[in-house]
């Protein structure tokens, strides 16, 4: 087991099952979301403040639906992308848009809120492998930008 103050070589947030537990408020068998790195095992102090975020988060298990949603759609990706675009950039239906990182978690988000606005969607990502992918997703139109020439 690694402590969750320990370095990690890849950063980033997981949702954990909890094997074993001291504190009350996260018994054996609950599901956790804690920004300590991709690893196989975390021992975190709940007391303690955390580096990023304000500790760990409890989650309640959807029938279903799987747990990873909450690093992505319905987590901070998904917050992100509903904050920035629909709070700060007020889309109206015939706008047009272009999302940059496109095929990442924020932005294939960002181009999906964007089509159910009435948008037209111009996403840029990096690879044809990840134009495609846009493309599936609803976005009007996909550019490579290591290959496609829009000067």
Not at 18 to 41: M, N
Not at 50 to 61: A, M
Not at 106 to 114: E, F, M, N, S, T
Request: proline share 5%; glycine share 12%; hydrophobic share 40%.
């Amino acid at each position: 087991r690694l402590l969750a103050t320990d370095q990690t070589d890849l950063p980033g947030e997981q949702v954990a099952r909890v094997i074993e537990s001291k504190a009350k408020d996260f018994p054996v068998g609950s599901l956790v979301c804690v920004h300590a790195g991709w690893r196989s095992h975390t021992v975190i102090d709940v007391t303690q403040p955390r580096i990023f975020g304000t500790g760990v988060d409890l989650f309640h298990e959807v029938p279903g639906i799987s747990p990873s949603l909450w690093l992505g759609a319905v987590g901070m990706p998904g917050v992100t992308a509903y904050l920035s675009f629909l709070e700060r950039c007020e889309p109206k239906s015939g706008e047009v848009i272009v999302v940059t990182a496109a095929s990442g978690a924020v932005g294939a988000i960002v181009g999906q809120l964007a089509k159910t606005c009435g948008l037209t969607v111009i996403g840029i990502a990096g690879s044809k492998d990840k134009c495609e992918y846009i493309k599936s997703l609803g976005f009007d139109y996909a550019i490579n930008y290591k290959e496609d020439n829009i000067s």
